[in-house]
């Protein structure tokens, strides 16, 4: 313990904890000396990973009742006279507010900018001071000064696996990290499910739209999927090439005139690339992509017979309808694959993904389930757990779907089961004359504005033109009022 001198707090014989642990860390670059100097001349060291100090009111109460009963260890700063605080800028700043005016330390020399990042790395680790955002940069820090993975992980204690993984949140932008660490407490396993993305741009960009874990979530789902499709496309793209089939962006408005084309062979981007084409190639045939599908299409010969006005609407209203079907089933694919991912983050204990707790939720979910006459049973989930059908289970099996199924909240799972019923209905919200049908549209408008409270959102290139579909707006729907 050091004595008072001047305005500091007095010692006592029997000290109280200072409330600060003391360091293990050894410094070799010292004269082993302690000298008292005036706090006026102390400065937080500007490349301290730690920012916030955090409440050091009984750090306060302490030093001012029992004095400093640890030595600071400082570094000689750019201006002469003046020292940074290396090790105890806690106590440093309590002193201050205790009102003291000198304090003890123990000055180090001849250490690299990176030994004194890793020594503050250190010392805050030690106490678990640090934030993961904080030991990202510090991490970062150190090495953009020479380190490595492997001499940071050495400096700190902590794996190769997680210095890397803060490498990458390092290279996030860091007033956007700090927006979301503030507003709604982005989780490391949210950062971790972002380190999916590979475009760090991207990963900004996502981070920066969302306002909760379960929309980031969302998009990186929407974005992986994304990112496959364009893998899928690209494979198909070279398939298509080398048999000679050219690409026509206009012919995705005539997939469902069955006047003009019919459809060869349809690719979905969601699955796995193909690795040859398994139809016979022939001339004339083309390909086009809608949505997540790529179709091929041979085209017919023209019709000599020249079509009535009628017939040409007619024509139009029945290719409406088919694309508004088309569409609807992408919907409830959105729909159907969110909720999966949901049941499965809840089944496994993760939180996230929404509460789902409230009368309202559950509610809202079963009176969807009753408009469009929905069922449940065991073998509508065992496709989320396991790859293979409720009658291949064995009897462990079965109980284990149970096991998980009984952690997913009520309202989740009566969601599903609507969807799946959506899913096999195949009820149009379209009628087959052209018009908008409100109530065959009502169980998708309603679980849509379920699973939004949740956190669902349709790919942003696509919500306005599906959000039209679901909400009669559509100009799919306007071949009648023409």
Same mark, same amino acid.
Request: hydrophobic letters at 35%; glycine letters at 6%.
């Given at each position: 313990?050091?004595?008072?001198?001047?305005?500091?707090?007095?010692?006592?014989?029997?000290?109280?904890?200072?409330?600060?642990?003391?360091?293990?860390?050894?410094?070799?670059?010292?004269?082993?000396?302690?000298?008292?100097?005036?706090?006026?001349?102390?400065?937080?060291?500007?490349?301290?990973?730690?920012?916030?100090?955090?409440?050091?009111?009984?750090?306060?109460?302490?030093?001012?009742?029992?004095?400093?009963?640890?030595?600071?260890?400082?570094?000689?700063?750019?201006?002469?006279?003046?020292?940074?605080?290396?090790?105890?800028?806690?106590?440093?700043?309590?002193? +201050?507010?205790?009102?003291?005016?000198?304090?003890?330390?123990?000055?180090?020399?001849?250490?690299?900018?990176?030994?004194?990042?890793?020594?503050?790395?250190?010392?805050?680790?030690?106490?678990?001071?640090?934030?993961?955002?904080?030991?990202?940069?510090?991490?970062?820090?150190?090495?953009?000064?020479?380190?490595?993975?492997?001499?940071?992980?050495?400096?700190?204690?902590?794996?190769?696996?997680?210095?890397?993984?803060?490498?990458?949140?390092?290279?996030?932008?860091?007033?956007?990290?700090?927006?979301?660490?503030?507003?709604?407490?982005?989780?490391?396993?949210?950062?971790?499910?972002?380190?999916?993305?590979?475009?760090?741009?991207?990963?900004?960009?996502?981070?920066?739209?969302?306002?909760?874990?379960?929309?980031?979530?969302?998009?990186?789902?929407?974005?992986?999927?994304?990112? +496959?499709?364009?893998v899928c496309k690209a494979a198909i793209d070279k398939l298509m090439k080398s048999a000679g089939i050219p690409f026509d962006a206009e012919a995705r408005n005539i997939i469902w005139d069955s006047g003009k084309v019919e459809t060869v062979k349809k690719f979905d981007l969601t699955a796995d690339p193909p690795i040859k084409l398994t139809f016979k190639v022939e001339d004339g045939m083309i390909y086009t992509q809608s949505y997540q599908t790529i179709y091929v299409l041979r085209k017919k010969k023209k019709e000599k017979k020249e079509l009535t006005e009628e017939e040409k609407k007619q024509r139009k209203i029945k290719s409406n309808c088919r694309q508004v079907f088309e569409i609807t089933k992408e919907i409830v694919k959105e729909m159907r694959y969110y909720l999966e991912q949901l049941i499965k983050e809840k089944s496994s204990g993760l939180m996230g993904g929404g509460n789902f707790c409230s009368?309202?939720?559950?509610?809202?979910?079963?009176?969807?389930?009753?408009?469009?006459?929905?069922?449940?049973?065991?073998?509508?989930?065992?496709?989320?757990?396991?790859? +293979?059908?409720?009658?291949?289970?064995?009897?462990?099996?079965?109980?284990?779907?149970? +096991?998980?199924?009984?952690?997913?909240?009520?309202?989740?799972?009566?969601?599903?089961?609507?969807?799946?019923?959506?899913?096999?209905?195949?009820?149009?919200?379209?009628?087959?004359?052209?018009?908008?049908?409100?109530?065959?549209?009502?169980?998708?408008?309603?679980?849509?504005?379920?699973?939004?409270?949740?956190?669902?959102?349709?790919?942003?290139?696509?919500?306005?033109?599906?959000?039209?579909?679901?909400?009669?707006?559509?100009?799919?729907?306007?071949?009648?009022?023409?």
């Amino acid at each position: 313990m050091f004595d008072k001198k001047e305005n500091s707090a007095a010692g006592t014989d029997a000290p109280t904890a200072e409330l600060e642990i003391r360091s293990d860390i050894s410094i070799n670059h010292t004269d082993g000396k302690i000298k008292m100097i005036e706090i006026e001349n102390l400065l937080h060291h500007p490349d301290n990973p730690r920012k916030a100090i955090g409440d050091i009111s009984e750090l306060t109460d302490s030093i001012r009742k029992n004095g400093i009963m640890q030595n600071l260890t400082v570094i000689q700063s750019d201006k002469i006279g003046f020292f940074y605080v290396l090790i105890g800028n806690r106590r440093f700043e309590a002193a +201050k507010r205790a009102g003291l005016e000198v304090l003890p330390c123990l000055i180090a020399e001849g250490l690299s900018k990176a030994e004194q990042v890793g020594i503050m790395l250190e010392e805050n680790m030690q106490r678990n001071d640090l934030t993961v955002i904080e030991q990202a940069q510090g991490f970062q820090l150190m090495f953009d000064l020479g380190e490595t993975v492997q001499t940071i992980s050495q400096r700190t204690g902590f794996s190769e696996t997680t210095v890397r993984r803060r490498l990458n949140i390092a290279q996030l932008d860091s007033d956007t990290l700090r927006k979301a660490h503030e507003e709604w407490q982005v989780s490391l396993d949210d950062l971790r499910e972002l380190e999916k993305i590979k475009n760090v741009k991207k990963r900004n960009e996502l981070l920066k739209r969302s306002h909760s874990s379960s929309v980031l979530k969302n998009f990186i789902i929407n974005e992986l999927r994304e990112e +496959k499709a364009k893998v899928c496309k690209a494979a198909i793209d070279k398939l298509m090439k080398s048999a000679g089939i050219p690409f026509d962006a206009e012919a995705r408005n005539i997939i469902w005139d069955s006047g003009k084309v019919e459809t060869v062979k349809k690719f979905d981007l969601t699955a796995d690339p193909p690795i040859k084409l398994t139809f016979k190639v022939e001339d004339g045939m083309i390909y086009t992509q809608s949505y997540q599908t790529i179709y091929v299409l041979r085209k017919k010969k023209k019709e000599k017979k020249e079509l009535t006005e009628e017939e040409k609407k007619q024509r139009k209203i029945k290719s409406n309808c088919r694309q508004v079907f088309e569409i609807t089933k992408e919907i409830v694919k959105e729909m159907r694959y969110y909720l999966e991912q949901l049941i499965k983050e809840k089944s496994s204990g993760l939180m996230g993904g929404g509460n789902f707790c409230s009368d309202r939720e559950l509610r809202f979910a079963w009176d969807i389930l009753m408009d469009i006459h929905g069922t449940a049973g065991l073998n509508d989930f065992v496709g989320i757990f396991m790859d +293979k059908s409720y009658y291949q289970l064995t009897d462990d099996e079965r109980e284990t779907v149970r +096991k998980k199924l009984k952690r997913v909240p009520v309202a989740l799972q009566i969601a599903h089961v609507a969807v799946h019923a959506l899913e096999i209905s195949r009820s149009m919200i379209e009628s087959y004359s052209g018009y908008y049908d409100a109530s065959a549209a009502k169980g998708y408008v309603d679980l849509y504005n379920l699973l939004h409270m949740w956190g669902f959102r349709f790919p942003e290139d696509r919500e306005q033109e599906f959000e039209d579909v679901l909400e009669g707006e559509s100009e799919l729907y306007s071949v009648n009022n023409e």
